[in-house]
């Protein structure tokens, strides 16, 4: 059974930094896409950033482009989430996902395409 735990969440002033991580267990991450989501209150779920298994290609969606910056490290088992010029509407909590297939070249940007979650982290921007 694969383990998300995300970490890194917390409060900021818009226009700050935080960088998200995300450690997973198991043997195999390195075959696996990896993406952050976010969901703020009363909102659905949104995509916003995948990395295909090598760490080739990345994707974002539009409002976080030039601002957000996914990683990964496959020795440690872990993904990143890089995230500057913060703004309110950054708000929601910010969950990590696993792809659910191995080896994909490219990832949807849809939750459902990711079989494992995380319980998810915090994350606050104050105006």
């Known amino acids: 059974q694969v383990q998300l735990v995300e970490s890194g969440g917390g409060l900021v002033q818009a226009g700050g930094s935080l960088r998200l991580s995300c450690a997973a267990s198991?043997?195999?991450?390195?075959?696996?896409?990896m993406a952050w989501f976010r969901q703020a209150p009363g909102k659905e779920r949104e995509f916003v950033a995948t990395i295909t298994y090598s760490g080739a290609t990345t994707d974002y969606t539009d409002s976080v482009k030039g601002r957000f910056t996914i990683s990964r490290d496959n020795a440690k088992n872990a993904v990143y989430l890089q995230m500057n010029s913060l703004k309110p509407e950054d708000k929601a909590v910010y969950y990590c996902a696993k792809s659910s297939y191995t080896m994909q070249v490219l990832l949807p940007r849809r939750a459902s395409g990711f079989g494992s979650w995380g319980q998810g982290t915090q994350v606050t921007v104050s105006s």
């Open positions: 198991g043997p195999t991450f390195s075959l696996y896409g």
